[in-house]
């Protein structure tokens, strides 16, 4: 399968500041990344869609002016949340994708908490 | 709109069978995909299927009935590290690659 990076893993910061979330693909080329994230108990979220070299697209209710997305490169997209607070605390997950390609696998994803 | 849907919680015993099913509504179908996750992990792909029947791999096997809108997951020879949570995706064309939207999940336990 697919080697997909995330980095952190982890991390705590105070409410206010911005946090950049890095996912790399490491065998392969993502046209595509779609970024997920996922509060405790509940199911993955799709946030937005971004193409390599494009803006991102953002699903209902997710703010594009907080949850910053740069894809621009084949192997790397980064999700930044700006001015974060304690409710986007959650585990947030990568997953790039390429054209005809491999498109089911994971980064192994950053959990964010926010005090 | 989209709509998925799965049992919450599931209990069964080690060296059973179970089956997790799935419902769902959704334009643009290009796939359904079932993935385990355990806590605090990313979501680990199982399989794919995108034709009706049976795809087997393993201890588990994956059914599609694209007519009714319903997949199952089966897990045969349970162990205790399968007790994760499972969660059914549907693949929706969006362009050139597959949008993934997910249910909400079923939590697994198994019982010694």
């Known amino acids: 399968g697919a080697v997909v990076s995330q980095h952190p893993s982890r991390v705590i910061c105070k409410s206010g500041t911005s946090v950049k979330i890095e996912c790399r693909s490491l065998?392969?080329?993502?046209?595509?990344m779609f970024w997920y994230r996922q509060f405790p108990k509940q199911s993955l979220m799709l946030m937005a869609t971004?193409?390599?070299?494009?803006?991102?697209?953002?699903e209902q209710g997710v703010e594009k002016d907080k949850f910053l997305i740069n894809h621009a490169s084949l192997t790397l997209s980064t999700l930044t949340v700006t001015s974060a607070h304690p409710e986007d605390s959650s585990f947030y997950i990568c997953?790039?994708?390429?054209?005809?390609?491999?498109?089911?696998?994971f980064g192994p994803g950053t959990r964010l908490l926010v005090l | 709109g989209q709509n998925i849907d799965q049992p919450t919680e599931m209990t069964a015993t080690e060296g059973a069978i179970v089956q997790i099913n799935c419902t769902y509504q959704?334009?643009?179908?290009?796939?359904l995909f079932w993935y385990q996750q355990h806590a605090g992990e990313a979501p680990t792909f199982l399989s794919y299927?995108?034709?009706?029947g049976l795809e087997e791999k393993g201890r588990f096997s994956s059914f599609l009935s694209r007519s009714k809108g319903y997949s199952y997951l089966l897990l045969k020879e349970l162990q205790m590290k399968d007790s994760a949570s499972y969660l059914c995706?549907?693949?929706?064309?969006?362009?050139?690659?597959?949008?993934?939207?997910f249910g909400t999940g079923t939590l697994l336990a198994v019982q010694p």
């Open positions: 997953r790039p994708s390429m054209a005809g390609g491999e498109t089911q696998y």
């Open positions: 065998d392969f080329q993502a046209t595509t």
């Open positions: 971004s193409n390599e070299g494009s803006k991102a697209t953002y």
């Open positions: 959704t334009s643009g179908f290009n796939g």
């Open positions: 299927n995108v034709l009706d």
């Open positions: 995706a549907v693949g929706n064309y969006g362009g050139a690659t597959n949008k993934l939207i």
